[in-house]
């Protein structure tokens, strides 16, 4: 089914099902331990090998002997696989830093080889075993240091826009900002760490893993491994996290692979905690110069944004500029970005790539704007808002409310009692508000389903789609529930397994609206094959209480299937609907801090967001998506940041005790309001993306609060206490 | 009332009796602590314990967790390896009613304890109040740090109840309360990247059966 005009009614609009607060199917699963993640997948017929990962300890370099003879000694070890045994592995099209294969290092902690043993135990000791020489070269690791030599990145990444004359326009205005703001390298730190088992069955590999993007996946290790993609079953039904860092394939798959091949036996291997930020990849830092001039009035005429970050060779820039394109009108505007060669591990997607840092920086200055033109930042973000592309207004938004988040936020939250900056204080806490605007793209890909009648009555989902913690188990059921007229509890979810319908899977916000938008178009092929069946006349067709009805006819679903089944398969592909208009999601975030005078320690009080982002297919799992993601905002605000050792080139802050992410006692009660909204442009669901919107400039509404709070402006993230100490006031 | 540790012991004296308490407990397992060298790599020592009630005797390497010794050798993989350092609490189960890091405490250490797991404390169709509380309230989004979650959930309640301080408890004078800040102060081993924390604590006061 191609999507190319905007939805009109459709089943989905009963809403009996879809929209409702349907508890997660699989809940029961998750909460009694009964979910089986990649490493847990056990066939007591099977007597699995332990693989354990070699990291490489230089970051940029070559390999030049590896001796491994005393591991192969060691109790256990069953065999040892080097990057030099397998030589050069051709690179998977998703990757930027090979995986594992040759002489040649990229970035520390590369997988340089994996030990195969009988236990776990056995393979981690004999793993530390392995003498490795390394011929090191020098490595570019520090941005700051790199930011003069960037250039402009590939024509695809759409290095920079422009429209009117931005010099001119800044030049005359009265008003002006021009600052600088740093984001640093962020760790996605999922809570399951990448592992994979691998199974061969003659030149045929099954492998259990944990992945967002099933069919990426696939065609990459059938890739690397040098075999049709058709050898390849990847299966993949529960995610302990992702946030796009298992997008792309990684080296556990890798490695599981190819040690299984070597002992022919199956062999599991999990990336050891340590090893996880360095050798995978990371949300790039970036360096970013805004400018913004106005009127006195509070207009904008003239924004500039431009961003600084840095890659491997051949990877691609943080797009930290794209959102300051189509959240505020100003006719002179310009976006660049500009990319430096870093030895450092992978850059890549983060959730909100982009937006997430982008925001960080654009909604700060927002803040200091209004500050300088003396005007509420609430009532600055109104005045500019717009409701067409501001670089090409005859493009409209499909559906734009930002106001309205704003507006409703505002009067929750008490937003009239927020306190002239640094006025406010309760005991040794300096107490202040903050507020900043959401914006995430909608994005749409391919998604295909299959869904299968049996004759109990009973609906069947297949597809490759993931469910990284997002609801999609859930929201699919109810699509296929509205659909074919059933209950939820008559249907039945299988995902994350390759020989379903290629998904959109899991990212970029585009899981759920895509992936429940190929649902329903298998559902309209099964509901024909039912009524072609049937022979009835499918216009005056009804599916519900588990029947079909026409006319005066009436037959159960189960009767329907009959002893063979239906089936209905189906891909839901999208026409020029997000060329011709704008789509996009929108919201408000709005934070209360408290900062210690004497320590600088910044606790969050209260957190509220509203968001407009057309229909919520389940507002349970739609707001848990958005409370995750203003947690994790929650991180970048205050305390997550991977450090840079630029001397070695690595990240020092490589585990979880290092790598600080929020915690329950970080974290204050959160509200969430979802904009009663619809965007037929957006798919027959009218649904668009939450789970990254969430994200999306809950950081600087944060670091404005702490400004509100303290009159210290911060515009290096993390806010951490010695950022502001020196500035705080005196204690006596 | 029960003190948590000393506050004189350095951090090198804790390392020190963190050994020897090893040590002590390894010699009660059968193992002989004294040897040493190449061949104690593959020592093995024969371990019972109790298991959700279930009397289980396994023979391990020495070196296995006893978050390995359930999820590699039972196969109750319920229980959650996400970083192995004791930095996540995805592993936390109860040992003779008190939550520990699994990862950090080796199997052998347990000879004799009973061990309850998420799987031990209910079933789908019959939930533990907690894992209900939890699917009411969305408590989880990807499920890996949610067993751990649970177990420390159960465990914090019972140690509000028994008094149990905490580094938020303001008056050591009259009997800890459970409060919003005494949950999440305790629950604070447990990390959740999926960011859960606010419907997990409504999960917790609902079991707890004090208003939030």
Redesign the interface.
Known sequence: MEFDKPATTNPIDQLKVVGKPV??I????????????A??W?DPKVAYAYGYPVGSSIAKGRVLSIDSAAVRK???VLGVVTTLDVGDLEKGKYNTAKLFGGSEVQHYHQAVAVVIAE????AR?AAALIRIDYAAEKGRFDLKAEKTSAKTPEPSTEPESAAGDFQAAFSAAPITLDAEYTTPDQS??????HASIAAWNGDEITLWTSSQMIDWWRTDLATTLGIEKEKVHLMSP??????GGKLFLRADAVLAALAAKKIGRPVKV?L???MIPNNTTHRPATIQRIRIGAERSGKITAIAHESWSGDLPGGGPEPAVMQTRLLYAGENRITAMKLATLDLPEGNAMRAPGEAPGLMALEIAMDEMAEKLGMDPIEFRILNDTQVDPENPERPFSYRDLVGCLKLGAQKFGWDKRPRTGTKREGNWMVGMGVAAAFRNNLVMPSGARVKLDAEGTVTVETDMTD????SYTIIAQTAAEMMGVTVDKVAVQLGDSRFPVSAGSGGQFGANSATSGVYAACVKLREAITAKLGINSTDVVFEDGQVKSGSRVVSLAEAAGPDGLVGEDTMEWGDLTKTHQQSTFGGHFVEVGVDVATGETRIRRMLAVCAAGRILNP??A???V??????GAGGALMEELSVDTRHGFFVNH???GYE??????????EVIFLDETDPYSSPMKAKGVGELGLCGVSAAIANAIYNATGVRVRDYPITLDKLLEKLPDVA | MPTPFNLELSRRELLVSSAATVALAGAAGGARAADRGEESLNRSTEVSFEVNGEAKRLDLDNRTTLLDALREHLHLTGTKKGCDHGQCGACTVLVDGRRINSCLTLAVMHEGDKITTIEGLGQPGSLHPMQAAFVKYDGFQCGYCTPGQICSSVAVLEEIRADIPSHVTQDLNTPAAITSAEIRERMSGNICRCGAYSNILDAITEVAGVPA
């Open positions: 508890h997660r699989d809940g029961e699963s998750k909460t009694t331990g009964r979910a089986i993640y490493y847990e056990h060691a109790p256990g236990t776990f135990e056995q000791a996605h730190a999922m809570m399951e760490p529960f995610i302990g996290g992702g946030f999990a050891p905690r340590p990284i913690g997002t609801g349970i799992t707001r848990s998506q409370i995750g993601a203003m947690t994790m585990d979880l005790a992410v929020p915690v329950h006692a970080d974290i204050p009660h959160q």
